[in-house]
Each structure stands twice: as C-alpha cells, then as structure tokens.
C-alpha cells in the first residue's frame, strides 16, 4: 500500500538531501510537499496537518548534526515522527486466556479471511483455537469458514441455517469453554455501509459474546469514508485494535492509516495476502522503514545523534556535581529520556545507583513539565529562584497548566537538585524513587 507516497517522498527527500544546508525555507517546501502527498494518499486531513507541524517543530528544534547532512537529518525526523504516531496504543492480542475475538465490518472488507489468518497465527503458537461460524445472513458464509478450517486444520463451530443469532452466539460460548479453546474466534456478518439496525445487532452480539478483543477489519483501499466507518463501528461497539486487510495492494491507504488517530484504535495487523499466512503483526518502526526504505539513512543519523546524546548526558553530569545544573538542562535530560528510556539516559552516569530497574515515566506528565519549562525565559530556565508569582502566573498561562502545576514542578526539581548533590558527594540513598524521574511520575 501507499505506493505513491513512497514514490512522492522520495523525491522529497532527494531533493532535500541535495542541499548543503536547509533553510527553513526549504524545510517549509518539503513539508508542503509532504503534505499534499500526504493528502493525495488519502491521509485524512488533520492527521496530516498534525504530522506536518510536529515534524517542522522537531525540525526547527533540533540543533545540526556536524557530521550529516541536513536532509539526511531530516529524514530521521519525518521517520521517528510518523512511528510516533502509528506508534501510539497498545500493540499485540491481550494475553489472558481463554480469550474470545469478535471480527467485525463492512461487507468484503476482509472479516472470514481474517478470522482464519487470526486462527492459523494462534495455532502455530500451540494455542487451542477454534472459529465460530457467526455470519447467518450471507449464504455459503458457513462453508467459507468450514472450508478454510479444514485448510487450516481448526474446528470450527457451525449451526443448521434458520438457528437464531443469538443461540448460536450463547452455545458457540458454551462449547468453546467445554472444549477449552484458548482462542475462540467470532466471525460476524458484515455491515453493509453504517445500517443502524445491523449495527444494533452487532452490538447485541458483543454484548452477548463479551469479547476479550473486538477487531474491526478494514479494507486497506478504502476511502475517507473509512473514517467514518470506523466511528459508527467504534460508537456500538468497544473495539480494541484494527486489521487493515488487502495492504498487499498498492492502494493509497492513507484513510485506513488515519482512523488510529482519529479514533484511538491501534493497528494490531495487517493482511497482506488471501492465503491463511497471509497476515502481519503491525509494527509501527517496520512499517515506517519500509514505506521510506532508508533504513541505512536513519541507522547513520541514530548513531551520530548517539554521540551528541552521550556527549550532552557526560556534560550534564558535570554540571549536576558542580551544582549548575539548570531548568534548561532538566529540559534537555527530559527530551533524551523520552528518547532513550530513563536508564540509558542520565541515570546510568551517575555513581550510587542500585540495581537498574525500570522507572516508569508518565508521559503526560513529561509533556506538562515540557510544556511548563518552554513558557520560561532563559533566566528563568537557569535561575528557578527568581520566579515570584506574577512569573509563574504568567508561565501557567502560556503553558495551558495551572500555577499549581508550576509550583509543583519547582518543588520537585528543587528537591532533585538537593538529592543530586547529596548523592554527587557520596551520601545518598534510596535513589530512584526519589529521584530524577520521580519529579515526572506521579
Ligand atoms: N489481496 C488480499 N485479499 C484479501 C485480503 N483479505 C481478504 N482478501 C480477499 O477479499 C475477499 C473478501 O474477503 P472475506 O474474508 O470473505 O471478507 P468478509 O469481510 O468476510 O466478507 P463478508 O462476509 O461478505 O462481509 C476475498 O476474496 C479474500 O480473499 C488481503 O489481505 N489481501
Ligand atoms: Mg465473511
């Protein structure tokens, strides 16, 4: 899918990689390029306008590399912006088990192929699974399913025509927990466009079959309308992840790309085939790699902005022994935090640390603490002590936060600060807990 794309940032990117160095001219022609792209791929509009923005903040923000090229650079940036977004969400079927699955969506888009992929994914992982042949509207839907069981060597549960919905939702459960299947898989009948009635109906299912995963299959080739489509779904049913089928197709795809963002649903995979083995896990970072296919581009630039990192972390803990160590140095620690994870990051430099276990981050509460030091004046960034109310007031405003949110901050980076220097001369204790990233959690 998104073959144009590819073709059109390409030569976004040639182009780009031809300069010496990039003014922000230049930078603001390759992103209006990117986004009509963007836009011709059938991206819905505000997820790329969004896309747009983050990657010309990031851009703007972010001080050269000596030793790479601008666009080089550049292409880094679009790349670990766009795995941001695709990245968001959880990944991956839940793992308690027994688990039922409801397959839902339009008509064709993909929901028995599907369903026996999901089958043929979890049998191979020595899981005991079993389909549910939920589709009594369309004929032969049945011996669809029953067939590609047989291919795939799964039972599947079947009932004469003319049962009840609802019984065979009731007894498909039933014999799934007696026979215990560890995956049970519901494959539902399609929707034709957003039919309120048939999509009572499937909400009636859901409720019914309480599904521990509820995946919408969305046609990879579908237009803007997908978005919609995926709302009207999402409004009856609560659905946990997205398949995006026929992603084999050199469709524009970009709709089906949207709807994670416009709705919160995680792509959990992708069908890229008609065969039973025919289906992907969704990684964004693989995703992304293939659709710009410069992997060596992005491997380069990662490993110079490594050296940068560690050069800036080394600098730091400098600064954090002298006793200089400022807002604006908090900011940056922060920015290489959310890079890098907390451990590899400062943490790791400084002497007295026990055991490396993981901090947890909160990432809203990075983005606040980024929001709030962004809002100071670069006096204010190296001299906390002269924030006096009508200061803080201010910064509140210009941070979207509110004065207690400051104060907050302040305290805590003052308390980091006295931990750092009792642990820089040796005395401290109890490290992680208090320190560096508690003033981000909690
Ligand atoms: N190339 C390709 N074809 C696919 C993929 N997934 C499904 N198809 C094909 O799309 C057609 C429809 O697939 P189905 O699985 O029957 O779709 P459905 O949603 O169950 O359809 P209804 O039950 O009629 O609503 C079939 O011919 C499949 O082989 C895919 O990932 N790639
Ligand atoms: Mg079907």
């Given amino acids: 899918m998104l073959e144009l794309l590819q073709k059109k940032l390409e030569s976004v990117f040639r182009n780009l990689r031809g300069y010496g160095k990039l003014s922000e001219a230049n930078v603001a022609d390759a992103l209006r390029e990117i986004r009509l792209a963007l836009l011709a791929a059938d991206v819905h509009y505000p997820v790329a306008k969004r896309l747009c923005e983050e990657i010309q903040k990031s851009a703007l923000g972010r001080e050269a590399l000596a030793s790479i090229r601008p666009g080089d650079q550049f292409v880094k940036i679009f790349h670990d912006e766009l795995v941001r977004l695709l990245g968001e969400g959880e990944r991956g079927i839940r793992p308690e088990r027994p688990i039922r699955l ?61 049962t009840p919905l609802e019984t065979v939702v009731r007894e498909g459960r039933a014999r799934g927990e007696r026979e215990r299947v560890d995956v049970l898989i519901f494959d539902a009948a399609g929707r034709l466009d957003v039919d309120a009635e048939l999509l009572e109906e499937l909400a009636g299912v859901a409720g019914l079959w309480e599904p521990g995963e509820s995946l919408l299959v969305v046609d990879a080739a579908t237009g803007q309308v ?24 050199d469709a524009r795809g970009g709709a089906a790309l949207s709807i994670q963002q416009v709705t919160g649903i995680p792509i959990k995979f992708l069908g890229v085939g008609e065969k039973p083995d025919a289906l992907q896990a969704f990684v964004p970072e693989r995703f992304v790699g293939r659709l710009l296919g410069m992997g060596d581009i992005v491997a380069l630039v990662d490993r110079a902005q490594s050296e940068i990192d560690t050069q800036s972390m080394e600098e730091m803990a400098k600064r954090l022994k002298s006793n200089e160590f400022s807002l604006q140095d908090f900011l940056t620690q922060l920015r290489l935090m959310k890079k890098m994870g907390p451990l590899e990051s400062l943490l790791a430099l400084l002497p007295g640390l026990p055991g ?39 910064i509140a405003r210009g941070s979207g936060t509110q004065v207690t949110d400051v104060n907050d901050l302040l305290r805590k980076f003052d308390s980091m600060r006295k931990m750092m220097r009792k642990i820089s001369k040796g005395a401290g204790r109890g490290w992680p807990k208090l320190g560096f990233p508690g003033a981000l959690s909690g």
């Fill in 102 to 162: 409801l397959l839902c969506g339009l008509n064709g888009s993909g929901k028995t192929t599907t369903a026996a992929k999901l089958a043929l994914w979890f049998r191979k992982q020595h899981q005991k699974v079993a389909l549910v042949a939920g589709d009594l509207t369309r004929p032969a839907a049945r011996e669809q399913l029953q067939r590609l069981g047989e291919q795939i060597q799964v039972p599947v549960y079947s009932w004469p025509e003319g």
């Fill in 226 to 249: 997908a978005v919609k489509v995926a709302e009207a779904f999402a409004a009856k049913v609560p659905l946990t992840g997205l398949v995006l089928s026929r992603a084999d197709g």
């Fill in 356 to 394: 490396k276990e993981a901090v947890k981050v909160d990432e809203k509460k990075v983005k606040q603490v980024e929001a709030i030091i962004l809002s100071m004046t670069p006096e204010e960034r190296r001299r906390p002590g002269i924030l006096n109310g009508r200061r803080r007031l201010r």
